[in-house]
């Protein structure tokens, strides 16, 4: 079993900026691939960006420039560096991990966090 839990949400102004983290304990050597997804009121689910255990990272074209992923393999740590941040980026952030490569994480991963809330305001 892998633990996951979040950090870092909370309330921005437009253009600004977010670090979030996510802190994994438990069977951390069996994980593959991390990511963050996020989900607004009333919409589905979205990846965001993933990152591989070699360190290749993918993201979604909605955020692509925007923020970065990236991975602190000594503190067993994940980050979402959230640049730019515009009212449409408003939602639950989750993190997530999973011990299968797969083409695309877009359907979920095993593991998931609680979630950490993100508000943007104009």
């Known amino acids: 079993q892998v633990q996951l839990v979040e950090s870092g949400g909370g309330l921005v102004q437009a253009g600004g900026s977010l670090r979030l983290s996510c802190a994994a304990s438990?069977?951390?050597?069996?994980?593959?691939?991390m990511g963050w997804y996020r989900q607004a009121p009333g919409k589905q689910r979205e990846l965001l960006a993933t990152?591989?255990?070699?360190?290749?990272?993918d993201y979604a074209d909605s955020v692509k420039g925007r923020f970065t992923i990236s991975r602190d393999n000594a503190k067993n740590t994940v980050y979402l560096q959230m640049n730019s941040l515009k009212p449409e980026d408003t939602a639950v952030y989750y993190c997530?991990?999973?011990?299968?490569?797969?083409?695309?994480?877009?359907?979920?991963?095993?593991?998931w966090g609680k979630g950490t809330l993100v508000t943007v305001s104009s």
């Open positions: 990152i591989l255990s070699g360190g290749t990272t």
């Open positions: 438990g069977r951390q050597s069996s994980i593959i691939a």
């Open positions: 997530a991990a999973d011990p299968q490569f797969k083409l695309a994480y877009s359907s979920g991963m095993k593991y």
